[in-house]
């Protein structure tokens, strides 16, 4: 419905007749309807009389539904992959309706307006999260973990904004183009194009056609990504003297590639670019070019690709089962899964030429019916996966609970990568990115601070680079429901200083960080704006991805000692249940509480059994949140009650709460607490060391280090070891 309804608005119906609305302003009835015999589409006589007669008897929806059904069987002749052929019959199970005011055809068309629809292929993508939402929120909800394998694409869609693409392909694409063109005009038509604060572009010595441009989506979910880029490379066409058409054709059959372990995007990516061509050459849906995109299969129905009689040629053989094994599971997996270089085109050629020599059996009429049609798909995917692409520009899954076999192939492939599978995703796509082309994401910005994704940032600071970020604003991308940061990075070493938008004090959502990152691009004296070598990130501990650090922070990780080298810092215990074994002080018998003690095995837990507890609490300095008591004569029962760390039972120490959205506070306990994970402990032996650093974890500097270090509202043990300070 949705893209027919794109198609009218849009004039790109092969007939120009109008099938869910009129041309005619205030008239309800489709113009399908009314001029049936004007459209593209061929009755037989049992048809036409059967038209005369449902409008002879006024069943004008029951005609609707035979004519829409008969329609899209019409659009599969130009779009196959979207319009599958329908059995007449289906009219019977259809049940929309032109005349109910409450129908979905009449909201698609009264709801929006057609201006949003036009040359907006994009809606499209909107649309669609939105007929994800309500599944998305289920199986969240449901699962409140690990998602189950035919829940991941509605678990992980999520539409990118538009001035993030732009803002990718821009500076991945665009950039690549640029430095090999110097006489190019393309960066003036780029608006989210970066450069440094001396407008200089490092430009390269290396010839490249417009038609060697070749750009991959690894996710591409409805294909908003690829619709730009497409934009993008027809300007690039442009300035090399092609006209629109050639320059459309050439760009489906050369430039464009996506994949998706979502049947129903791809066929919204197909339908995108299919549209975009169209856009740009009128002709484009005769020539019956398919666009480089596909829909991730896998061969778990396969138990191997040799029938008797059939698959003749003995190293053909192999590619098959080669395939056949290297796709199992793949609707996990997805485009993860790494794939030899091997001649697929004569593999293509070979399933051609497959025929049954001798009579047919039922294993090769199986083979026929199921394993033909399934190893075309594949070997198409394999096309895709097993080159390497000038831009690889995705918004990855984010998602880190996995289950069953994509936890045990990221894990066995990817392990010092898999906090997440967005940033096993950042890891894989340098793997289809050539050297010195660029990998551009939009992902969650944890992977710039927190220990989980150290091995990760150390391998791109070491051995790639990061061209341009944006950090967005904690809470601005209110679809994720995370921080999020947007990159482009280089697949080989840094050359020059990476570009960098610091948003995090602008609130407001996306259209606010877009106006920001606008306005440091024109003003790159903003206060936001950074020009940094990345081998400043590896002096601080963690290698956290910190850019707007100055000379003299830099100076104190270098020069001071690290908490964690003067004191014990650990992880707090978890009871497990919390109801069960935590009481506010005022709950429980006075007598029964165990104060101001120093040895827990002293302790007469018949009589004392509730012990003082830390468990974090609102944001205050120096002292107090003392409010909880653990029943410690129970701690056998605990989930993990720490005793490898004993001997700091009951010691006084400093402690801060895990949960900080302001300032950073610590705060001062006397002998005599235990500590929950919200409220671990800092112990300090010597005195008057232990209240230096307590003044020092209330400053601002404090405040300001520890947010480079993990500028999250999680303040973990980890991050308090590393906070540098000066001892005399």
Not at 271 to 293: C, G, H, T, W
Not at 599 to 622: F, H, Q, S, V
Request: charged fraction near 25%.
């Amino acid at each position: 419905l949705i893209a027919i309804r794109f198609m009218e608005v849009n004039e790109y119906l092969p007939s120009r007749i109008r099938v869910l609305s009129s041309e005619t302003k205030g008239k309800s009835e489709p113009d399908m309807v009314t001029t049936p015999f004007d459209t593209d589409m061929e009755f037989s006589p049992y048809e036409k009389d059967r038209i005369m007669q449902l409008k002879d008897e006024n069943k004008l929806d029951e005609l609707f539904r035979m004519l829409f059904i008969k329609q899209c069987n019409k659009l599969n002749e130009v779009l196959p992959e979207l319009f599958e052929k329908t059995s007449d019959y289906t009219e019977f199970l259809f049940n929309i309706s032109f005349t109910d005011k409450d129908g979905i055809v009449s909201h698609l068309i009264n709801d929006i307006e057609e201006e949003d629809f036009t040359e907006a292929v994009e809606i499209i993508g909107w649309l669609y999260q939105y007929y994800n939402e309500e599944r998305k929120n289920e199986v969240i909800n449901i699962y409140k973990g690990t998602i189950k394998k035919d829940d991941i694409p509605a678990a992980t869609q999520l539409f990118t904004t538009d001035w993030v693409v732009r803002y990718m392909v821009d500076n991945s694409l665009g950039r690549y183009w640029i430095e090999r063109n110097p006489q190019s005009k393309l960066q003036e038509k780029l608006q989210y194009f970066v450069t440094h604060k001396n407008g200089e572009i490092q430009f390269i010595n290396e010839k490249v056609t417009p038609e060697e441009l070749t750009f991959f989506d690894s996710c591409m979910g409805s294909g908003h990504i690829l619709v730009y880029a497409f934009d993008v490379l027809m300007e690039i066409y442009r300035e090399c003297g092609y006209v629109d058409r050639d320059a459309a054709q050439a760009i489906v059959e050369n430039n464009l590639f996506g994949l998706d372990i979502d049947n129903r995007a791809y066929q919204l990516a197909y339908f995108a670019v299919m549209m975009k061509a169209r856009s740009y050459d009128r002709r484009f849906l005769d020539r019956k070019i398919e666009p480089n995109v596909s829909a991730i299969v896998e061969t778990n129905t396969v138990k191997g690709f040799y029938c008797d009689g059939v698959t003749n040629d003995i190293e053909q053989n192999k590619v098959g089962e080669y395939l056949v094994n290297t796709y199992m599971h793949a609707k996990e997996i997805g485009s993860l899964i790494s794939v030899e270089k091997r001649d697929y085109t004569t593999f293509i050629e070979y399933l051609n030429t497959c025929n049954v020599s001798g009579q047919i059996s039922m294993d090769s009429n199986y083979w026929f019916m199921n394993t033909l049609p399934l190893m075309i798909k594949a070997v198409k995917q394999a096309l895709i996966m097993s080159q390497k692409y000038t831009v690889v520009c995705t918004n990855p899954p984010y998602m880190n609970k996995l289950e069953g076999n994509l936890k045990k192939f990221v894990v066995d492939e990817y392990k010092p990568y898999s906090g997440d599978l967005f940033s096993v995703f950042m890891y894989r796509n340098f793997g289809y990115c050539k050297q010195d082309g660029y990998s551009a994401f939009m992902t969650p910005f944890v992977w710039m601070f927190i220990k989980t994704y150290e091995n990760l940032r150390e391998y791109i600071i070491n051995q790639k680079s990061i061209t341009t970020l944006v950090q967005m604003e904690y809470s601005a991308f209110e679809e994720a429901t995370v921080p999020i940061c947007s990159f482009v990075m280089k697949n080989g070493q840094e050359t020059e200083k990476g570009l960098y938008f610091k948003l995090s004090d602008f609130k407001g959502g996306m259209e606010v960080q877009k106006q920001k990152v606008l306005a440091a691009i024109e003003n790159k004296d903003c206060g936001y704006f950074y020009e940094t070598s990345a081998e400043k990130f590896s002096k601080i501990p963690g290698s956290p991805i910190a850019y707007w650090v100055q000379q003299g922070i830099l100076d104190a990780f270098s020069e001071g000692l690290v908490l964690g080298e003067i004191s014990e810092i650990v992880t707090g215990m978890s009871t497990g249940d919390n109801n069960k074994y935590l009481r506010k002080w005022t709950e429980v018998n006075y007598k029964n509480i165990g104060l101001y003690q120093s040895d827990i095995d002293a302790m007469d837990l018949d009589i004392t059994y509730w012990i003082p507890y830390n468990k974090g609490g609102e944001a205050r300095k120096w002292y107090g949140n003392n409010e909880y008591v653990v029943k410690w004569s129970e701690s056998d029962y605990f989930h993990r009650a720490r005793p490898t760390f004993k001997h700091l039972y009951l010691q006084k120490g400093i402690t801060w709460s895990f949960v900080t959205s302001g300032m950073f506070t610590a705060r001062y306990y006397p002998n005599g607490f235990l500590w929950d994970v919200a409220g671990s402990p800092c112990v300090i032996y010597d005195e008057n060391r232990m209240y230096y650093v307590l003044g020092y974890l209330s400053t601002k500097i404090a405040d300001m280090i520890l947010k480079i270090i993990n500028p999250t509202i999680n303040c973990q043990v980890v991050d308090i070891q590393r906070i540098p300070i000066l001892i005399n």
